[in-house]
């Protein structure tokens, strides 16, 4: 079956302008998770859905990053007025549910550089 | 706060040599734990993760991680080490929000040599 999908796959972007990163998690996970990996920062949470809420938005490094998800399925990360320091890898992952211990699949990811 | 650390960031073992990963997490409770590895330009991939009984857990890719309350740490181990396993490897801990947050470790880097 189809695993997570993310796209794009690599996106270049100059300074001060918006990108969207998207997310298509695995048909019939309720929960949706989104990861950014940088150098020395290793992997941080940024949010989580469950189903089309976001119980847990914590990780969010300021209010220039913001996420939705409908009909339960597709999230959207957007990040505005984009900065170097955003320049990372956006993972995605999904999972049945968000019960602790549930396995999470991870999606390919999307690799941003802020020029 | 809930903490991961792998001490290692850079392994380099024989192929054919065994293998063991350090893990330790700080956590208040019984700890959900995992790890993943992540191959170059590829998302990452369960190798396996403990939440209750055995402390033993056999994983994917005959990889095998050992629970030890005492020592708060989970190593992930392999007896023989083939040259496909190189890759960056990374242990989290499941959240205490019980939210399925995972908080990862630094990663460790493996390199096989021939």
């Known amino acids: 079956g189809a695993g997570v999908s993310q796209s794009p796959s690599n996106k270049v972007t100059e300074k001060g302008k918006d990108v969207e990163l998207r997310c298509d998690p695995i048909s019939g996970h309720t929960a949706l998770y989104w990861y950014r990996q940088s150098l020395g920062q290793g992997l941080e949470f940024l949010i989580y859905f469950q189903g089309n809420s976001a119980p847990d938005k914590s990780g969010l490094p300021s209010d220039r990053f913001s996420a939705e998800r409908t009909g339960g399925s597709v999230s959207t990360l957007t990040i505005q007025r984009t900065q170097q320091e955003d320049s990372a890898v956006y993972l995605c992952?999904?999972?049945?549910?968000?019960?602790?211990?549930?396995?999470?699949?991870f999606g390919p990811g999307t690799r941003l550089l802020v020029l | 706060a809930q903490s991961v650390t792998q001490p290692d960031i850079h392994i380099t073992v024989s192929e054919g040599a065994s293998l063991e990963l350090r893990c330790n997490y700080s956590?208040?409770?019984?700890?959900?734990l995992f790890w993943y590895v992540q191959s170059p330009g590829q998302g990452l991939q369960l190798l396996l993760k403990y939440f209750s009984g055995d402390t033993l857990v056999q994983g994917i890719k005959g990889f095998e991680a050992e629970f030890k309350r005492s020592q708060s740490s989970f190593n992930l181990r392999k007896p023989s080490v083939h040259w496909s396993d190189a890759a960056e490897y990374f242990c989290?801990?499941?959240?205490?929000?019980?939210?399925?947050?995972?908080?990862f470790g630094q990663g460790t880097t493996l390199q096989v040599k021939p």
């Open positions: 989290a801990v499941g959240s205490t929000s019980n939210t399925g947050k995972l908080i």
């Open positions: 992952a999904s999972s049945l549910d968000d019960i602790g211990g549930e396995t999470q699949y």
């Open positions: 956590y208040g409770a019984t700890p959900y």
